[in-house]
């Protein structure tokens, strides 16, 4: 059974800092991709920052030069370091495994930003 369990989310002022993890099991993780996405109300999920099997990553312009994802493979884990938080990155953020064809989401953690 594949599960990608999320932490780290809260409420933080704008300006602060706040990294999720995101802990994968039922998988082999090395060989995934893995993903943030996060979706505010009323609009549709959007990807934040990807990083591939080899360690390529990708991020929204949005979150360029604010986020940083990364990966610990012996711990199954991905991270997202978010600094200089906006009060426009308030959203749920989930975490995304993806090989092939698979396709796998955790439940999400919600993230506030209060200006």
């Known amino acids: 059974q594949v599960q990608l369990v999320e932490s780290g989310g809260g409420l933080v002022q704008a300006g602060g800092s706040l990294r999720l993890s995101c802990v994968a099991s039922?998988?082999?993780?090395?060989?995934?991709?893995m993903g943030w996405y996060r979706q505010a109300p009323g609009n549709q999920r959007e990807l934040v920052a990807a990083?591939?099997?080899?360690?390529?990553?990708n991020y929204a312009n949005s979150v360029k030069g604010r986020f940083t994802i990364y990966r610990d493979n012996a711990k199954n884990t991905v991270y997202l370091q978010m600094n200089s938080l906006k009060s426009e990155d308030t959203a749920v953020y989930y975490c995304?495994?993806?090989?092939?064809?698979?396709?796998?989401w955790g439940h999400g953690t919600q993230v506030t930003v209060s200006s």
């Open positions: 995304s495994a993806t090989s092939g064809p698979l396709y796998y």
């Open positions: 039922g998988i082999k993780f090395s060989n995934y991709g």
């Open positions: 990083i591939g099997s080899g360690g390529s990553t």
